[in-house]
């Protein structure tokens, strides 16, 4: 396949258009996806699917390095290819998708050329860097996943609130309970007219749990996670998974029978398990050094928050951030994100982004911002879409960690100087709301609440209000359209707004449900 695509570029390549701007770069690539899923529900497996694809992005940039056809949406046209290795089915789906990959580059470099004349100087970065050829063809990769004991996993656990009599007796609360397990295997290919010439691949895995249902005054609850790793062999044990179904379960039933979060509005300490401070980073900092380009006519450095925060603090002094992709694991496990070449065909950087507070650099991939004129490595992509910016593996230090006890003996102490009750919290669910979260008295007692939001947790608070990190490394591995992994330990805010959530509840159900064998 490797052959036909470089076959068809170099003829492409010799291919003259009379009075035709050439094309001073294209661009192959490959995706060969290969996915599989089963879904279970109350017991019962109710999907089962795999799915095998193939598709060809092609990329044409006319015009030169400096200022070409490209835009901020990303450039390349799709066709699908081939599954059973037939050169001359790919031959003719690179064809036809150069075709209209560099008509589309013809009237994207005339309208961009119109566009420019509106603005008094010329734009200073270019529009794409420069980068060495590289020759690499790695093993290919393939699914390899016990089905038949995942689907008997999934199955089980999606029914224990009624199998199991640790949780039975509560099992009328449960209105849905679901597991799934899911994989996939990229093999990509990449060509380009720059000389490189690349295949690898990387395969993932997730196995997850959702339970849920109301409060008796109608808040709807959840509880929602899972096991995900880079290969099958590391995902939890059947008996880890089945344990994780029912703490899942029982701190469901928890959560029904916490109380309301007090209306009074709460600004002070809140002290963050690495779990939900990996959520905080991927929220809050990663997509901010992901240096996406701005429009063209604009000033600004990048599209994120930190346009204007080089050689700026943005977290305390105690604390760096880096991204290594080339560090394949950590305390003998896999990484999602790890990776040596890029998908634009850079080797991989390990960069320092922030140092003792202060942002250094950003990550860069072929499309340059002001001061990054290079790819550092971070051109990465989702399946048949273009590179973009994109983290690998984050990691989060501490200068002056401290262990977990005492991260908790400062929040307590912080709790006794103010005189009240203060906040921890475990885990997090989307636009970082507080799943599991915890008054905590200055005692040390601590009591579950429910309905919470967090309110200006945002950049300034990372900047500003975190005063102390601990040494328990958390891994969040992330099974996304591009896998990433933040590393990142619990961390103690000082001054986190916690406040009651003001959605309306909704009526619980009107008929009980179904009666379980045996009641």
Known sequence: MLRAMQEELDREKALLLPNMQRPYFVEYRLDDMASYEAVANYGALTREEENRQRIVRVTVRIGDYAVDSSTSRGDGTLELAPTDDNPEALRYALWTATDTAYKNALRAYSAKQAALKQFQSMQAQPDFAQAKAVVQISPLVALDLDRAEWKRRIVEASGLFVSDPQVRSFAEHVQYS??????????????????????????????????????????????????????????????????????????????????????????????????????????????????????????????????????????????????????????????????????????????????????????????????????????????????????????????????????????????????????????????????????????????????????????????????????DPYVSNSLGTVPQTTIAPSMLFDDIGVKRATLEQQKLPYYAPPTLPGK
């Open 178 to 471: 679901t597991a799934n397990i899911r994989g996939i295997a990229l093999n990509r290919y990449l060509v380009n007219t720059e000389g490189t010439v690349l295949r690898q691949g990387y395969t993932g895995y997730d196995g997850a749990i959702s339970v849920g249902g109301q409060a008796a005054d109608g808040m709807r609850l959840s509880r929602d996670n899972g096991t995900v790793a880079a290969n099958a062999k590391e995902l939890e044990s059947a008996g880890a998974f089945r344990k994780r179904a029912i703490e899942d379960l029982k701190s469901f039933e928890e959560l029904r029978n916490a109380p309301v979060v007090s209306a009074d509005d709460y600004h002070g300490p809140v002290l963050f398990s690495g779990d939900a401070a990996a959520d905080v980073i991927d929220r809050l900092l990663v997509p901010n050094v992901e240096a996406d380009r701005p429009e063209m006519g604009t000033t600004a450095r990048t599209t994120g928050a930190y346009s204007s925060s080089f050689k700026a603090r943005v977290l305390p002094e105690m604390l760096s951030v880096a991204d290594d992709p080339l560090q394949a694991k950590f305390d003998g496990k896999a990484l999602l994100g790890a990776y040596t070449i890029d998908d634009e065909g850079v080797p991989a950087q390990s960069v320092d982004i922030i140092v003792n507070g202060k942002l250094e650099n950003f990550l860069i991939g072929r499309e340059p911002v002001k001061d990054f004129d290079i790819s550092n490595g971070h051109g990465r992509a989702a399946p048949a879409q273009a590179a973009h910016s994109r983290a690998g593996v984050i990691l989060v230090k501490s200068s002056q960690p401290l262990s977990r006890g005492e991260l908790n003996k400062r929040l307590l102490t912080m709790a006794k100087e103010q005189g009240r009750d203060v906040y921890s919290v475990e885990t997090l669910g989307g636009e970082l709301l507080p799943r599991l979260l915890y008054l905590v008295h200055p005692d040390g007692t601590r009591k579950l609440v429910r309905g919470a939001i967090f309110d200006e947790l945002d950049n300034r608070s990372l900047r500003s209000d975190i005063v102390a990190v601990g040494n």
